[in-house]
């Protein structure tokens, strides 16, 4: 009789799912069988009981090879790192808890760092568009009751977060969407023919990089003005038609991804796609969210918030918070060689940075805290890996729409193995030893 | 843990009587004692000081979602701002929406113990409780929305005061709340088709239920339970010219209803930033807006168990935070500065605007003006207290200010002759010209801490320097019968006090602080008798319609609330 542990959260992406059952060994030590989560959510509770799974901390040696060492040793080893270090960057954040976050803020507070996570390479434009203007938003259980009008702009659920529409966006029947996905008008915005392009009742296949453009013509539609007859790869015709949709609705929310925080304008597309439904409000009532990855990024942006002021991009290291995105921030701090220390938590940038600051990264003294071998582990002085959040320790999560969530513990972790916490919490103590030495 | 004894201090208590008196106040194990029974104390030298109990805020957006979206979306709001700790201290930053420590500081500096975070939105409890827990020094309760909560709508609809009681007592448990807030009863919900409730007899889009049925229920609601806060309410209509008449329709729910509980609380309704509530006339413009502050007060100087904060405006640039989600909309449109809004599935809105309240203008100054009134037309101190509804009308950091306004005429001439560009025309519009009352030390008393501590039914705990209370003592550098020539002395001295004793521990010593002390998160636990219809209700909501699942909605854990303070009451009888 396997034991069942419900209402688990999945510690995966920005969409949280908080309904998983995972089926447990009778004694409760190994996990069976995910129910509920996507592939991609329950390789990650599967994989976590991986049998050549690292335990124990790794230094590099000299000759590239690698040692194990106790978790007092690295976390020493870390600490010292950290203190010496003039301007150290502690990058990552992403896929942790909250409580973790809060005691790497005590960290990098202490040591002066440059805090930075992976809304860098992400959203962090869109942290910078609502800077600008705002952002008129509604939790994912509001779209679902009430949302008759759906846009994906630049994002690809059904790959990306692949619950998104079962659970939030377009199939569920809600107090006022009682009909469910025949409920709902879908447009998906997307130079690719994506799968989630594939379902949508509206395709509007954008000419690459022309997002801005294309939120601009809505706005000159939605107010009833005169446009070009070509916009973007897009007749007037079909502008028109969407302008219409939008307006016509009960209830309208955009979506939107990497396809249009990255591509040409940057920030100033998210900007002009809040304004697109901050206009919309005029006439009906419409939300915007952004499609956040990794499953609490958003929390990180939160717990600095309160602690800081600010979301991202933190500077410490004059011993008050300073935020300037495009020189706080992480890749153009190693591109410009300004750092002499590099601590990773939750997050990969040995695969998500540009190799131009991987490279940098490779040169410098580094920790890498991580359950996995990763290609940051692998260029950094020091692997620590840890239990996993979600899986084998509890802790806070906030949702893509902010909404907090208590991801549970499922299985011990390994034998001897810490959790980022407590670790945090070692080098924490160990730096202000250090401190109060010197 | 150390006795401490204040000194040759001037004391002021309304609750014992207390008037400037030399008294010295002892404190042993956390707790006021009389001056007896101290052995061996620490002395504190109050000599030409003026000592009260520490001051507790009955409303303040100071942690939670729409709180750190106002910080995060306002980089501006720190700027040449943010301080390196020192000492204890860790790292500040922010004017309008401070930090989480930011907040502690002031608060601590201005003689606080305990303060009331005025808008939980139940389902983002977690997140206010985490930055409640961050928040070191004072105590700190937090007050769930409930004016716009799809349970509480559907059952209004039918009076159903019992399975009204039965929900807000398993929200409470399940978010550590500690009262009931309603925040544009109605209209929140009607946001979330893009409309709104503007008088009290407006009907709910499809939930067929008015504001009225809403205040009045929740109300009952509130005293069935007996919980030890009353009902709080933010009123339909808030900041609109001409609103006056809809804040008396809606305190009027109130008429003839008796207060319930344990706790010494005397009033069943408290409307909170009163000024935003009290304007005449059809627009802004100075041809017709006119103050309404006397006629609101007066109202509620003939009744017995109704209650305010002021809400008075600072005129600072600060960031609007509000439940209100329609009047943020509305906000942005006059200023069309940047416009956050989050609709909270089932329960509640809240938007936020960044707002510059212009002293070179007649509003700003009319509502400057009105949310003194509030102050001044009260007879019983006792039901009015002072808040800057912080940051609405004015940043937290503000409070000593306007303490110096409602003190001193002198004060408030100097603003109307000289930093209001519209003084005389405000003067007209307004009563401040007729008002040359000034409220004294033991007023202030009343309104900052006796008041307020009371009809949060914690006049147990807070608000005097009875024996048996909480050892929680501020001391101010004010001479009261020196310093009186200047009224900038009162605001100085107000922002920083000399010490402040918490839970009997030094915190604030000769200005500095010096301990993060030992905080508590204030919640109510309510049991009522077993209702199947309400949890069934409840499982079905959750199951159908809600985006967590129910186990995953209950805030639990030490993360959270790590030192948590129940308060019981029991509504099973
Ligand atoms: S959609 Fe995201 S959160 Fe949900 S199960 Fe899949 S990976 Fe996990
Ligand atoms: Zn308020």
């Given at each position: ?23 447990l ?5 190994e ?17 976590s ?36 270090a ?76 692949p ?38 009742d ?18 000159v ?19 028109y ?8 609705g009960?209830?309208a929310?955009?979506f939107?991804?990497m396809?249009?925080t ?18 919309l409000?005029?006439y ?14 958003t ?11 600010f979301?991202?991009?933190l ?38 940075f ?18 996995h ?19 084998e320790?509890g ?44 | ?106 608060y ?7 303060s ?61 709340g500690f ?6 009863p109605g ?50 209509s ?29 009033v ?92 070179k203008t ?33 940043p ?15 004060a ?13 025309k ?7 010209g ?7 030390l ?22 005097s ?24 002395k ?11 004793i ?10 500095e602080?010096?301990?993060m ?23 079905e ?5 809600y ?20 308060i ?6």
């Amino acid at each position: 009789m396997a034991k069942i542990v419900t209402d688990v959260v999945c510690p995966f992406c920005g969409t949280l799912c908080d309904d998983l059952e995972v089926a447990l060994s009778d004694d409760g030590k190994e996990i069976l069988e995910v129910y509920n989560a996507c592939a991609i959510g329950a390789t990650k509770f599967l994989h976590s009981q991986a049998s050549d799974r690292l335990t124990r901390p790794q230094k590099k040696q000299e000759d590239g090879s690698w040692k194990e060492v106790t978790y007092d040793e690295a976390a020493d080893y870390t600490a010292k790192m950290l203190v010496d270090a003039k301007k150290p960057l502690m990058y990552g954040w992403s896929s942790t808890s909250c409580s973790a976050q809060g005691v790497g803020a005590e960290i990098g507070e202490e040591v002066g760092a440059c805090m930075d996570n992976t809304a860098t390479v992400c959203h962090g434009s869109t942290l910078i568009a609502v800077q600008d203007v705002g952002v008129p938003s509604a939790t994912l259980g509001e779209i679902a009751n009430r949302a008759d009008r759906v846009v994906f702009w630049g994002c690809n659920p059904a790959h990306a977060h692949p619950r998104h529409m079962s659970r939030y966006s377009i199939f569920p029947r809600g107090f006022f969407t009682g009909k469910g996905s025949k409920s709902r008008q879908m447009i998906v915005v997307d130079p690719r023919n994506t799968d989630t392009a594939k379902m949508a009742d509206v395709h509007l296949q954008l000419e690459q990089g022309h997002d801005y453009e294309l939120l601009s013509a809505i706005r000159v539609a939605i107010r009833g003005e005169k446009l070009p007859d070509v916009v973007a790869g897009i007749s007037k015709e079909q502008i028109y038609e969407v302008a219409d949709t939008l307006k016509s609705g009960r209830f309208a929310v955009i979506f939107f991804g990497m396809g249009v925080t990255h591509s040409l304008g940057k920030n100033h597309n998210i900007d002009i796609a809040i304004s697109v439904t901050r206009d919309l409000n005029d006439y009906t009532k419409a939300a915007i969210v952004p499609m956040r990855g990794h499953y609490n990024v958003t929390g990180s942006g939160q717990v600095w918030g309160w602690q800081f002021g600010f979301p991202f991009c933190l500077d410490l290291t004059r011993g008050f918070a300073r935020y300037n995105p495009g020189d706080s921030s992480s890749n153009d701090l190693l591109v410009r060689d300004e750092l002499d220390a590099v601590f990773v938590l939750g997050s990969d940038p040995g695969a998500h940075f540009p190799v131009r600051s991987v490279k940098k990264i490779a040169q410098l003294p580094s920790v890498c805290i991580d359950p996995h071998i990763t290609p940051t582990s692998a260029v950094s002085k020091m692997h620590v890996p840890v239990a996993f959040v979600g899986v084998e320790v509890g802790g806070c999560a906030y949702r893509m729409d902010n909404v907090p969530i208590e991801t549970k513990k499922v299985v011990e972790p390994p034998e001897g193995m810490l959790t980022d916490e407590e670790f945090l919490q070692l080098v924490l103590n160990r730096v202000r030893e250090l401190k109060g030495a010197a | 843990m150390t006795d401490y004894l204040i000194k040759n201090g001037f004391v002021f208590d309304p609750v014992q009587g207390i008037n400037g008196d030399k008294v010295d106040v002892a404190i042993k194990d956390g707790k006021i004692v009389d001056a007896g029974d101290v052995t061996n104390p620490t002395i504190i030298d109050a000599t030409g000081m003026t000592v009260m109990a520490a001051a507790v805020d009955i409303h303040a957006h100071v942690a939670g979602p729409k709180v750190n979206m106002g910080r995060n979306f306002r980089p501006e709001d720190k700027l040449f701002n943010c301080t390196a700790g020192s000492g204890m201290k860790r790292m500040e930053g922010g004017f309008s929406v401070p930090t989480v420590l930011r907040t502690a500081y002031l608060y601590a500096r201005m003689g606080f113990g305990f303060s009331m975070e005025a808008a939980m939105p139940p389902l983002y409890a977690r997140h206010t409780h985490e930055e409640i827990r961050d928040t070191p020094i004072i105590d700190q309760g937090a007050l769930p929305v409930f004016g716009n909560n799809w349970f509480v709508l559907e059952y209004l609809k039918e009076n159903e005061i019992e399975n009204t009681a039965a929900y807000i007592a398993w929200l409470l448990n399940q978010t550590k709340g500690f009262g009931v807030k309603c925040v544009n009863p109605g209209g929140t919900e009607s946001w979330g088709w893009g409309l709104n409730c503007e008088t009290v007899d407006d009907v709910v889009p499809y939930f067929d239920v008015t504001p009225r049925q809403i205040v009045s229920g929740l109300i009952e609601a509130n005293e069935y339970l007996g919980l030890p806060h009353c009902m709080h309410v933010h009123g339909n209509s808030l900041g609109e010219p001409g609103n006056y008449g809809i804040t008396l329709d809606t305190l009027k729910i109130a008429e003839g209803v008796k207060p319930q509980n344990d706790f010494g609380r005397e009033v069943v309704l408290h409307n909170t930033h009163l000024q935003f509530h009290c304007y005449g006339g059809e627009s802004y413009a100075s041809k017709s807006f006119e103050s309404k502050s006397k006629e609101v007060v007066n109202y509620i100087n003939s009744v017995d168990n109704i209650s305010y904060d002021l809400g008075v405006v600072t005129l600072d640039e600060t960031t609007t935070m509000t439940a209100d989600g329609p009047f943020e909309h509305h906000l942005s449109h006059m200023n069309n500065l940047k416009w956050a809004n989050t609709d909270v599935e089932l329960e509640t809105g809240s938007g936020i605007v960044p707002f510059i309240y212009n002293p070179k203008t007649f509003i700003a100054g009319a509502q400057w003006a009105i949310g003194l009134e509030c102050g001044l037309f009260i007879k019983d101190p006792m039901r009015a207290y002072i808040t800057t509804d912080a940051p609405n009308a004015g940043p937290l950091c503000r409070y000593p200010r306007v303490y110096k306004w409602l003190m001193s005429a002198k004060a408030r001439d100097d603003m109307l002759d000289n930093t209001l560009k519209y003084g005389d025309k405000i003067r007209e519009r307004c009563y401040i010209g007729e008002l040359d009352r000034e409220i004294s030390l033991y007023e202030l008393a009343m309104m900052t801490r006796a008041g307020p501590a009371k009809t949060l039914g914690l006049s147990h705990m807070f608000g005097s320097l009875k024996p048996g209370l909480e050892g929680d003592v501020a001391v101010y550098p004010y001479n009261p019968e020196t310093d009186t020539d200047d009224p900038e002395k009162i605001e100085y001295a107000f922002g920083n006090a000399a010490y402040l004793i918490k839970g009997g521990k030094l915190i604030v010593k000769e200005g500095e602080i010096v301990d993060m002390g030992n905080k508590r998160t204030f919640w109510v636990n309510a049991k009522v008798n077993e209702n199947p219809m309400v949890e069934r209700d409840i499982s079905e909501k959750f199951r159908r319609y809600y985006t967590v699942t129910q186990n995953n909605y209950t805030v639990e854990g030490p993360h959270f609330v790590p030192n948590p303070y129940v308060i019981e009451v029991d509504a099973t009888k």
